[in-house]
């Protein structure tokens, strides 16, 4: 399954960025969708995640109220709006699918946030 992230960058302290990755339609379609990040030196997180029917979305802590995952259904498309960042969000970000009880993995598109 391939999935395809862009949109990450260098942007300064409290800018904005919207990362978006598409997935085959057999893939999304059906599927909750996350968002995960690895900054250097640390384990992989779950940042946010959004139900197939974008009824339901979930948040780690730290990106609550500046970061928001939606998804466009008709363009096989999950989107991470991401604003006020931090220079601790920093990290390669990685969208992510389930799919028989396996995780399959985009490449992963860097952001970078200067102070």
């Known amino acids: 399954v391939q999935l395809q992230a862009s949109g990450g960058g260098l942007v300064q302290a409290g800018g904005s960025l919207r990362l978006s990755c598409s997935a085959p339609?057999?893939?999304?379609?059906?599927?909750?969708m996350y968002w995960y990040r690895q900054a250097p030196g640390k384990q992989r997180e779950l940042v946010a995640r959004?139900?197939?029917?974008?009824?339901?979305?979930t948040y780690t802590g730290s990106v609550k109220d500046r970061f928001t995952i939606s998804r466009d259904n008709t363009k096989n498309t999950v989107y991470l709006q991401m604003n006020t960042l931090k220079p601790e969000d920093t990290a390669v970000y990685y969208c992510?699918?389930?799919?028989?009880?396996?995780?399959?993995w985009g490449q992963g598109t860097l952001v970078t946030v200067s102070s």
């Open positions: 992510a699918v389930v799919l028989y009880s396996k995780f399959h």
């Open positions: 339609r057999s893939a999304f379609s059906g599927n909750v």
């Open positions: 959004i139900t197939a029917d974008s009824s339901s979305t």
